[in-house]
């Protein structure tokens, strides 16, 4: 059987997860083929990667100003798209007009319009997207999945979702370009997609209507001048202010913050290791949302990106009884450590309240992997050879569209004071 043959644009910190399971796990069923970035010292160091730690043979670059000629020179499969947030219609819509399916980290876009854009791309061209939402792969997330499936609890009427990011992962986002809406929609799409899609999933319905509330609390330098900070400064590589500040990272603690940002800064004009408590942070670090649903469920949701510890606390509220899940996960910066520690579990528990019966604990599977055991599932799902999988966790690009619309509706419900109906977003 051929190998299957991908391409990759944008070379950053969440693009290794997928070169890197390509190049190793996965290297009998797929190869990478070529790079695209702004930053050739980034495409190097992937390239390193797959050549010195895997043996695979280093595979050419292209400027990102070059993305038509690689996609013409190379002729891949599949496309991967993990740039910044804000271009990833960009290369979808340019990928499908060229006749190839594509896989894109989430979120799949961050606004109304450019999914738009994608909708009517998919529709025009017939090529498929994929986005890669791993939660939905982890086995408490499927195993909600299947007790809401099999009718445990009856009709689910309404979801209590809390999600914590704490003081390293948390902060991690008012440091990076995630800072600027501009560039990520703020974490309502950034980071919630993954709990938007979640919700979709579990319980086989789309959002409806949105209304939001959501500050800049804690991060940002009016917030820490409120509470007494004295000492600010720009960036932390070189400052002696950030020696004393607990949110500030080393970009030479490890070897990839080094490789892809300090040493990348002079052909990227990136800096990865921003001051948390800048005074040009543009998005919120506390948000709150009520979502109805097409199927009547309401949901309540809560971000918060301070917390002292990471993880979510969910319930839901059914016909027939209740459940409970609290899952704890470990901390982490992007390209701060192992991948195998992002989303990892400090412990999770599922607890089912029936109506007129005894409260009891759900056993769960323990898989290795980031993102609770999700990772490497997804993984094989995209890189080696798929088994049937009853719950439909692959996300379209309709998935895709659902979870970030929530968010979209949640930033303009925040901007206008109003809710918000998805149906006035976008058409299908």
Known sequence: MAKKRYVQVGTGGRARFFYESIASTYHETSEIVGFCDLSQTRMDYANRIISERYNQKEVPTYHYTEFDQMLDDLKPDYVIVTT?????????????????????????????????????????TGKSLRVTFNYRYAPHNTKIRELIRDGVIGDVFSIHFEWLLNTVHGADYFRRWHRNKLNSGGLFVHKSTHHFDLVNFWINSYPKTVFAFGDLNFYGMKNAEKRGVKDFYYRCHGSEAAKNDPFAIDLESTEE?????????????????RSVF?????????????????????????????????????????SKGRIEMKVVESSYINAGGDKENEGALVGKSIMVYPMFGEPYEVEL???????????PIL?????????????????????????????????????????VQIKDLVQF
């Open 84 to 124: 910044v947030d804000r271009t990833h219609h960009d290369y979808i819509i340019r990928s499908m007009e060229k006749g190839y399916d594509v896989i894109s980290e989430k979120p799949m876009t961050i606004d109304e319009e450019k999914t738009q854009a994608i909708i009517d791309a998919e529709k025009r």
């Open 257 to 273: 913050l080094r490789e892809l940002y300090l040493n990348a800064e002079e052909d990227s004009g990136y800096i990865r290791d």
């Open 278 to 318: 800048s005074d040009d942070i543009s998005i919120e670090d506390t948000l709150g949302a009520i979502v109805k649903y097409d199927r009547g469920t309401i949901l309540t949701y809560s971000l918060n990106a301070y917390m002292p510890w990471e993880g979510f606390n969910v319930v839901f509220n059914g």
């Open 365 to 375: 599977e323990e898989l290795e992997g980031g993102h609770g055991g999700g990772d």
């Open 379 to 419: 993984l094989n799902d995209l890189f080696g050879e798929p088994v049937p999988d009853p719950f439909n966790r692959a996300a379209s690009h309709v998935d895709g569209a659902m979870s970030i619309l929530t968010g979209i509706a949640g930033n303009k419900s925040i901007a206008s004071g109003m809710p």
